[in-house]
């Protein structure tokens, strides 16, 4: 296993297009966990006030529509 700084210094000499692609694979794989948190919060209840929220702006008629 590699340590933080060698996983560092082997990302700071990558080639620009396997850098590229590394940052896409990183950027997909932290929406993949976010998606994952967001999931599991909203089955726990976490996220109903966020709906309530709307819902009440929209029976005031200050919800805007898309």
């Known amino acids: 296993m590699f340590d933080l700084a060698?996983?560092?210094?082997a990302i700071e000499n990558l080639p620009e297009k396997d850098f590229v692609q590394l940052r896409k694979w990183f950027w997909?794989?932290?929406w993949q966990k976010w998606d994952?948190?967001?999931d599991a919060d909203s089955g726990l209840g976490k996220l109903d006030f966020l709906v309530k929220e709307a819902l009440d702006e929209k029976n005031k008629g200050q919800l805007?529509?898309?």
């Open 6 to 9: 060698e996983i560092l210094a």
């Open 36 to 38: 994952k948190q967001i």
């Open 28 to 30: 997909e794989k932290d």
């Open 64 to 66: 805007e529509e898309l």
